[in-house]
């Protein structure tokens, strides 16, 4: 009797020792998180109802940039040639920028987009639609040089667009109203500032607008 009861008393013991264990594995079970996506997290925004919030302000030849009726506005009066303004921040990080923009009818039509990487007046990407265009280019040391373009891209209204721009270390695109229109590859992505750009063809007389600035994270895809 005490030897099977010591028996007994084992293996009850194995059995509670077994379930405790399947207990636990399928409590860490339930428990495990599977890494989620970014917040999407706002870095920063501008509306640009406050001609203070720190974009350039400038003015020469008939060219200038500055804020405009809640909008900030961007003129060029020369042809063929690249006009950008700076809200002068820093981003580290891949992110996704966004705006808003209108071509005003009553003027010629340009090119316009948005700047990333910016390091200086002589070292940035831009990523800009004009008409059915679609242009992605660097300036490196001073000289402009195409990375991407296309014609006849379908989706680009003449009058007003939302632009969209992925900027990281190894890849640019840019989407147009929701449909991505170009993308590219680059291998010596540099982080920086941000901006707005328009570049004139061989007409001048040029006015654009843009609204609701955005900065975001770029949305890491969950680990398996």
Not at 5 to 21: G, H, M
Not at 111 to 127: E, K, M, P, Q, W
Not at 164 to 175: F, I, K, R, Y
Request: aromatic letters at 12%; proline letters at 4%.
């Amino acid at each position: 009797m005490v030897i099977r009861y010591r028996i007994v008393r084992f293996l009850l013991l194995v059995l509670l020792l077994l379930l405790s264990a399947c207990s636990n594995g399928m409590q860490s079970a339930t428990e495990v998180v599977l890494p989620t996506l970014a917040s999407d997290a706002v870095l920063f925004q501008d509306d640009f109802s406050n001609p203070k919030s720190g974009w350039d302000r400038a003015s020469q030849g008939g060219n200038s940039t500055d804020y405009a009726d809640g909008k900030y506005r961007i003129t060029l009066s020369t042809p063929q040639q690249d006009i950008w303004a700076n809200p002068y921040q820093y981003f580290d990080q891949d992110i996704i920028v966004e705006v808003d923009v209108w071509q005003n009818p009553s003027t010629v039509q340009a090119a316009y987009g948005i700047i990333c990487g910016y390091s200086d007046v002589n070292n940035f990407y831009a990523l800009t639609i004009g008409g059915g265009y679609v242009e992605i280019f660097r300036y490196q040391q001073g000289k402009r040089l195409t990375l991407y373009s296309a014609e006849n891209q379908p989706g680009i209204d003449l009058e007003h667009n939302h632009l969209e721009v992925m900027c990281a270390a190894n890849q640019l695109s840019l989407w147009v109203n929701g449909n991505i229109v170009a993308e590219v590859e680059v291998t010596e992505f540099t982080y920086g500032d941000v901006g707005l750009i328009v570049s004139s063809f061989d007409e001048a007389g040029v006015e654009i607008l843009f609204d609701n600035f955005i900065v975001r994270e770029v949305e890491s895809p969950a680990e398996p």
